[in-house]
Structures are given as C-alpha cells and as structure tokens.
C-alpha cells in the first residue's frame, strides 16, 4: 500500500524507487517543500515513511543508509532534505507515532 501526497515527477520517482527496493506493506512519499522557503510547486523537502520487512534486525542507521543509497541520485540532483522513518511490520503494528514535521525556522 503507498499513499503518496502532492504528487510530482520527483515524488513519483521516490515512491517507484522505494517500492522497487523495499516491497513496503506502508508508505507515504509526502512533499513537504511548501513548508519551507522554496518557489511554489517545488519538490526539494520530503518526509518517507517506509514499512517493510527488508528492516527486519536492522539498526536505524542501517535502514537509514538503505535508503539513502536508493535515493543517492534524487539526493544529488535537487533534493534539498529527506526525514526518513522506517519500521518493520511488528514496530508499524504497535501503533509507533511519526513525528510530525516542525515548522521552517528559516
């Protein structure tokens, strides 16, 4: 299941990559560029939310480096920030909170 928001060509990009290298059971590309001091429209700040089993007995920097090598190219080429949350099934079926995004302090 992903649920993708505010959808764009580089959004579009980071769910279709994310799904190809995780099988996620969960996940949310959300676009969360307009909360920062950016042009209208833009597609530099995101926020993934990734449930998959790939996760299993791994350490938060660990799946966080999964998918920052899978998303090295959008990383270099235009994407300003990512927040990266990843779970297991079991962690995401224990109701874990996402933390929500704080305003832009810039």
Known sequence: MSNTQEQGTVAETINQKLTESFSPTHLEVLNESHRHHVPPNSET?????????????????????????????????????????????????????????????G
Not at 73 to 97: C, K, M, P, R, Y
């Open 45 to 105: 700040h995101f926020k993934v939310v990734v449930i998959s089993d790939e996760f299993e007995g791994l350490r938060l920097l660990a799946r966080h480096r999964l998918v920052n090598n899978c998303l090295a190219n959008e990383l270099a080429n235009g994407v300003h920030a990512l927040s990266i949350h990843t779970f297991t099934q079991s962690e995401w079926a224990a109701d874990v909170e996402v933390p929500k995004t704080p305003n832009c302090r």
